[in-house]
């Protein structure tokens, strides 16, 4: 008999479907979640490997029978929240991705009792780890992201850049190395659109909200239907979604999802409920503690002194995590040193004190590499002065006259690109192209909303002067440009018509010869070894060393050049590695 994924009475999903892109959205308690893990349980009783993300902390529910009471059989192993059977902390995202696609082990990843940095910090070295693994050792699994929103967001916060890159990369790219999506949140329009459209099955449970039907309306536009079920989403039944499929299923049809096997955690509890708590039923973690002790020796051997401390602190976890043997009688004690609440706010407020260090880390080389700029402008403009001075003290020299002509225009290096009229287009000075140009070029090699320190490096403009300040504002002004907060900016629609984009299709190779090109010697030493060594990161003294540099100023300030150019990043403190998108990934 052929293998189906069985939702509804009415929807039997081919079992290829574990490779597809889904997305569960409703309103809470519109049944999504309920859902999402119907389809879960289908794939793991199929016998496939799922991967849950849970910010709410309520997947654990597929270890139970729908009671809540007995094993479900699907011995499915929690790692973190407050029903795991193995520790998960924020910095073991890599170490746990690494286990599950060497042992190709289903798994939910609880953060829910992780604060919101720690949940990027873990979510961005897990995603980054597991799709760079995936290319390597294709295999299907499905992941689940369950506030999906968390991990694609429309609108990305400071330091969520990096995470919303991995997690689209993911859903764009997965497929080809067997990897299939689910997108699970309850206010769609927050999710990042392009990750939204690329799905290829939608479940529409009951709405309400004006803003979220507008989501759901943007998706079925873009997928070519004209279908006017938009305005029936708040009059749906709960758990009876509309599914959408123009081209993998070509159905169009309300259902009703079939009674779940598993508890579901997810139900709101009712008022005046008591409800004693549940033991999950005991997995056998000794194998998967056993991998976590070969992988930590593994980190251990490649890297002692990076990891020392969270491999001690996995350590010390992995040997209190309770055995299959029933535990000891413990009586507590009345009188308490701390309280369980006074200690999680110190874990919080120790987790911001980090998050905090580690910003004021990279802001310094951020500030290092500006001011290093207003230097090299301001002595530029003491060499002018000073020349000046000079001549007009020799005898029967006229005074130096501080005219444009005295000033070097330094021609921008830059890729292919369009022919320029003869004559420049009526109101766009020469300054104002080429910060125009600069914006495309960027954009080109897939750099959305660039930062202005890096259109105006690339322009040959000191970030901060008036020469690079004047003819932006001027381009604001115009509408031909707009600010994305306070450090981007991007072309308008009618900016695009006056700049000069490249007109080639360049392959990876050539795009990285094309970026080394228009840097300078310091920058094009320091990305050319990066690029050698990607996609591994490498320490920040090696990368020196490989450079020709010494630890140091010459070294930190090309370095934090190419950082905020959006071409290198730091995935911990101390080390550095090449941004993907020079791979065209």
């Known amino acids: 008999m052929k293998q189906t994924l069985k939702l509804a009475d009415d929807l039997l999903l081919p079992i290829n479907g574990i490779t597809q892109k889904f997305a569960f959205l409703g309103r809470t308690g519109s049944g999504k979640t309920y859902g999402a893990s119907k389809l879960a349980e289908e794939m793991l009783y199929n016998g496939a490997q799922i991967i849950v993300i849970d910010p709410m902390g309520v997947w654990y529910g597929l270890r139970l029978d729908a009671d809540g009471k007995k094993p479900s059989g699907l011995d499915i192993p929690v790692f973190g929240g407050l029903h795991g059977d193995l520790p998960l902390t924020p910095e073991s995202g890599a170490l746990v991705a690494n286990i599950l696609v060497d042992r190709r082990i289903s798994a939910i990843l609880d953060v829910s009792q992780m604060i919101d940095a720690e949940i990027n910090r873990f979510s961005t070295a897990f995603g980054d780890r597991f799709f760079q693994r995936m290319k390597s050792k ?28 991995v997690f689209q990369r993911i859903a764009k790219q997965g497929r080809n190395f067997g990897i299939g999506v689910s997108l699970l949140s309850q206010r769609p329009q927050e999710i990042n659109k392009k990750a939204l459209n690329m799905t290829e099955v939608m479940f529409a449970f009951q709405m309400t909200g004006p803003h979220e039907r507008k989501a759901i309306e943007s998706w079925i536009a873009d997928k070519g239907e004209d279908l006017d079920i938009v305005g029936q989403l708040p009059k749906f039944k709960v758990g009876k979604p509309h599914v959408w499929s123009p081209q993998w299923l070509g159905i169009s049809k309300q259902i009703s999802i079939l009674k779940k096997k598993t508890y579901d955690a997810s139900a709101t509890p009712e008022f005046g409920s008591h409800e004693a708590a549940r033991s999950l039923t005991p997995v056998d973690v000794a194998t998967i503690k056993e991998a976590m002790q070969e992988t930590i020796k593994q980190i251990e051997a490649d890297d002692p002194t990076a990891l020392k401390r969270e491999i001690t602190k996995l ?3 992995l040997n209190a995590v309770q055995s299959t043997k029933p535990a000891p009688e413990i009586r507590e ?11 999680r706010s110190l874990n919080e407020r120790l987790t911001d004190v980090q998050g905090i260090t580690e910003d004021l880390s990279e802001w310094k080389v951020d500030i290092v590499a500006l001011l290093d700029g207003k230097i090299e402008s301001l002595e530029k403009t003491i060499s002018v002065f000073s020349a000046a001075i000079t001549d007009a003290k020799k005898p029967g020299t006229p005074p130096a006259v501080n005219t444009p002509a005295r000033v070097a225009n330094k021609q921008i290096v830059r890729p292919a690109s369009k022919p320029v009229a003869a004559q420049p287009i009526e109101g766009i000075t020469n300054p104002m192209q ?9 954009e080109s090699i897939g750099i959305e909303n660039p930062k202005q320190v890096a259109v105006a490096f690339l322009a040959n403009y000191s970030f901060g002067g008036g020469a690079f300040n004047n003819p932006r504002g001027t381009l604001r002004s ?15 629609e009618e900016g695009r018509g006056f700049a000069n984009f490249p007109d080639v299709s360049l392959t990876a190779e050539e795009l990285q010869r094309h970026v080394l090109n228009v840097l300078p010697g310091p920058h094009q030493k320091i990305l050319s070894v990066l690029l050698n060594k990607y996609p591994d990161p490498i320490s920040k003294d ?3 060393a490989l450079a020709g540099y010494a630890p140091g100023g010459a070294f930190n300030n090309p370095l934090g050049r190419l950082r905020s ?21």
Request: aromatic share 8%; glycine share 6%.
């Open 138 to 165: 294709p295999n299907a699994v499905h992941l689940f992201l369950e506030e999906c929103q968390e991990f694609l967001p429309q609108n990305t916060m400071k330091g969520e850049e990096r995470k919303l890159h």
């Open 542 to 544: 090696e990368c020196a």
């Open 333 to 343: 004690r009345e009188v308490r040193v701390i309280t369980d609440e006074q200690m």
């Open 434 to 442: 080429r910060i125009l140009d600069a914006i495309a070029w960027l």
């Open 565 to 585: 150019m959006g071409l290198v990043s730091y995935p911990q403190p101390g080390y550095v590695v090449a941004e993907s998108l020079l791979f065209l990934e």
């Open 315 to 317: 350590r010390k976890e």
């Open 478 to 492: 115009a509408g031909l440009v707009e600010y994305v907060g306070s450090e981007s900016i991007r072309l308008t």
